[in-house]
């Protein structure tokens, strides 16, 4: 696990990278001891092929100063056992799927439908905001899509923003959500966007927002830049026209991507599909994908704020324990995987170093 070396690897960055990353991060190793009874070291052996890793395990704990997200990594945790499901639900099509008759199932927006090439919109029958609508794919299998679907459903997304703007003036805030299949808290398995235009920034994007301007008031630099930019000298950042693409030092959860972006258009949708090839590569098939774009109208404080777009693996359909627990929700996520081995994918579908 290369990110194991974060230490070394910031103590041989330029002496500028060397200061901004620990201005923005902080990193502390730990080491958790136990003893094994001897009735368990045959199991602990042959699950974790050493005693003595198990027995001494070396933890690494990242913290970003800024915003306090965290993550911890250690590699034994990806070698625990995993209980695995032993029904398999079908990714096809089927007859009772209301999302594969949209025209005649689904609820639209009262200013009616939106359609493009590979799908179309309508309006939650459950929302959770007073603009909430779907994008729904043409194509049932969520994972069944190549780089002209994935354009058209982030492009009709758009569209659909400057419609909601059209109708409600007071309604600037976009946001889009993607959760792909049951693990990442899909209630259908159709394939499927959500789009939402608030009257207020949602809470964690306002907090990003908040963390942002007081880093700006202190030292005199834009955050979102900075942190590209120690992410670029690590080895775990790339372009795509003027997209930043960075694979993160404190996901969220397992193999967490982030995209900076000055407007949602073509470069970021592209990077989109080309972090989804990379996914796709990995094995990945249930994952998050949120999309939080600055006011579509001049609202003060919200300056130089990116699209900012993530993505975030959320494991195995076929396990049955929860990827996300109390650590999670209350305190900060534990992660297996390494992000220095994300950006090696990253480079596989097509992204470069600067």
């Known amino acids: 696990m290369k990110i194991l070396e974060l230490k070394s690897l910031v103590e041989a960055l330029p002496g500028g990278e060397r200061r901004l990353f620990r201005r923005i991060f902080q990193v502390e190793e730990v080491w958790g001891r136990l003893r094994i009874p001897e009735p368990l070291k045959p199991w602990v052996e042959e699950r974790f092929e050493s005693l003595s890793l198990v027995e001494n395990q070396r933890i690494l704990k990242v913290v970003n100063r800024v915003t306090l997200e965290g993550a911890f990594f250690n590699e034994l945790r990806g070698r625990r056992p995993v209980e695995r499901a032993t029904v398999k639900v079908s990714l096809e099509a089927s007859e009772d799927c209301f999302f594969c008759k949209p025209e005649s199932f689904t609820a639209e927006d009262v200013f009616g439908r939106l359609h493009g090439r590979y799908g179309l919109t309508a309006a939650n029958l459950t929302k959770y905001d007073g603009w909430h609508s779907l994008i729904i794919f043409a194509e049932h299998n969520p994972l069944k899509y190549g780089r002209e679907e994935i354009l058209d459903y982030?492009?009709?997304a758009v569209e659909?923003?400057?419609r909601v703007r059209r109708e409600d003036s007071n309604a600037v805030f976009p946001f889009l959500l993607w959760n792909c299949l049951w693990r990442s808290g899909a209630s259908q398995i159709h394939g499927h966007l959500q789009v939402a235009m608030s009257r207020k920034a949602y809470p964690k994007v306002e907090y990003l927002r908040r963390c942002a301007a007081w880093y700006k008031a202190?030292?005199?630099?834009?955050?979102?830049?900075?942190?590209?930019?120690?992410?670029e000298a690590l080895g775990l950042a790339f372009k795509h026209g003027n997209v930043g693409v960075m694979a993160s030092l404190t996901p969220v959860k397992e193999r967490e991507v982030v995209l900076l972006a000055n407007k949602a258009g073509l470069k970021l949708f592209e990077a989109v599909f080309k972090v989804l090839e990379a996914y796709r590569r990995l094995g990945v098939s249930s994952f998050n994908l949120s999309m939080a774009l600055p006011p579509m109208a001049g609202v003060r404080g919200w300056e130089g704020f990116p699209v900012l777009t993530r993505l975030v693996d959320r494991g195995s359909l076929e396990e049955r324990t929860s990827d996300m627990g109390g650590m999670e929700l209350y305190?900060?996520?534990i992660v297996s995987s390494d992000p220095f081995q994300l950006a090696e994918n990253l480079k596989k579908a097509g992204f470069q170093n600067i």
């Open 154 to 156: 982030l492009n009709l």
């Open 160 to 162: 659909w923003f400057r």
């Open 218 to 231: 202190k030292y005199r630099s834009n955050y979102f830049e900075d942190l590209f930019r120690i992410h």
């Open 331 to 333: 305190a900060a996520s």
